[in-house]
């Protein structure tokens, strides 16, 4: 259960940490090789990030990288077969992905490919709650959990609902807008926000979209966890292999370190 990574990060006195890796890029040794890097640095839950054409949540960093991994030939079976490798021997992985991959694959076919390739759950930004029951009851029956997302002009009512709904934690979004590190959350609204939830759910907040810095990580200390996306693929940009991993450790060790309380 995703869950039990926030008791955990919360009985150590600390935010649970979560990067944000595109499938494939710069090539899938090198996602292998992060996800290696990231479990062994510390990393609770890893976002594994399903390529798309058409990437409404997406910034232009995540965008680019997943056209440069769509370049690479890679898609949901590659994705799939990736985990399955990591599967054991690192963090939880989740799967983020769009919608229509998992269509055209199949509701309960993609649910029981996640089962067969280790997966934890999938989060699909795309898929209002009132369309997601399918997927939801699908997941379930593989005992996988779907993480839901509430943005900031979400109305309180539906934010319970998303909240009642939402498998293992609730995906908190900083601010309007698509994901991006070059333009940090505006804290005090976002405190706020999760306050907000606080009063209408117990389950575990996690916050996204713009945390880049260890100062943008110990703002965010009443939330359960963090993800960092966009700042992990500006930082290996150019390179691939042990250089990249270098790189993303570079980034990554720091905000560890700055989750704890």
Do not use: W
């Given at each position: 259960?995703?869950?039990?990574?926030?008791?955990?990060?919360?009985?150590?006195?600390?935010?649970?940490?979560?990067?944000?890796?595109?499938?494939?890029?710069?090539?899938?040794?090198?996602?292998?090789?992060?996800?290696?890097?990231?479990?062994?640095?510390?990393?609770?839950?890893?976002?594994?990030?399903?390529?798309?054409?058409?990437?409404?949540?997406?910034?232009?960093?995540?965008?680019?990288?997943?056209?440069?991994?769509?370049?690479?030939?890679?898609?949901?079976?590659?994705?799939?077969?990736?985990?399955?490798?990591?599967?054991?021997?690192?963090?939880?992985?989740?799967?983020?992905?769009?919608?229509?991959?998992?269509?055209?694959?199949?509701?309960?076919?993609?649910?029981?490919?996640?089962?067969?390739?280790?997966?934890?759950?999938?989060?699909?930004?795309?898929?209002?709650?009132?369309?997601?029951?399918e997927l939801r009851a699908a997941l379930a029956e593989?005992?996988?959990?779907?993480?839901?997302?509430?943005?900031?002009?979400?109305?309180?009512?539906?934010?319970?609902?998303?909240?009642?709904?939402?498998?293992?934690?609730?995906?908190?979004?900083?601010?309007?807008?698509?994901?991006?590190?070059?333009?940090?959350?505006?804290?005090?609204?976002?405190?706020?926000?999760?306050?907000?939830?606080?009063?209408?759910?117990?389950?575990?907040?996690?916050?996204?979209?713009?945390?880049?810095?260890?100062?943008?990580?110990?703002?965010?200390?009443?939330?359960?966890?963090?993800?960092?996306?966009?700042?992990?693929?500006?930082?290996?940009?150019?390179?691939?292999?042990?250089?990249?991993?270098?790189?993303?450790?570079?980034?990554?060790?720091?905000?560890?370190?700055?989750?704890?309380?």
């Amino acid at each position: 259960m995703l869950s039990a990574v926030f008791e955990r990060a919360r009985s150590e006195n600390r935010l649970a940490f979560i990067p944000y890796l595109m499938a494939g890029d710069p090539d899938v040794t090198t996602t292998e090789q992060f996800i290696g890097a990231l479990s062994a640095d510390g990393a609770d839950l890893i976002e594994l990030g399903v390529p798309y054409s058409d990437p409404l949540a997406d910034g232009p960093t995540i965008a680019a990288a997943g056209q440069r991994a769509l370049g690479n030939g890679v898609g949901l079976l590659e994705v799939l077969a990736l985990a399955k490798r990591c599967s054991g021997n690192s963090a939880p992985i989740v799967l983020f992905t769009y919608y229509n991959p998992v269509y055209q694959f199949g509701v309960r076919r993609f649910a029981a490919a996640l089962t067969g390739a280790g997966v934890a759950g999938v989060i699909v930004p795309d898929l209002a709650l009132e369309e997601s029951a399918e997927l939801r009851a699908a997941l379930a029956e593989q005992g996988l959990e779907m993480p839901l997302l509430v943005a900031p002009s979400t109305p309180s009512g539906r934010a319970h609902r998303i909240a009642e709904a939402a498998g293992g934690f609730v995906y908190v979004v900083s601010r309007l807008g698509v994901t991006g590190a070059g333009n940090a959350p505006r804290f005090a609204l976002l405190r706020a926000q999760i306050a907000a939830l606080r009063a209408v759910t117990s389950k575990p907040l996690a916050v996204g979209f713009g945390v880049s810095r260890p100062e943008d990580v110990r703002s965010v200390m009443d939330a359960d966890g963090v993800i960092v996306g966009s700042a992990l693929i500006d930082r290996y940009a150019g390179t691939s292999g042990a250089a990249a991993v270098e790189r993303v450790r570079g980034l990554v060790v720091p905000l560890i370190a700055a989750t704890r309380r």
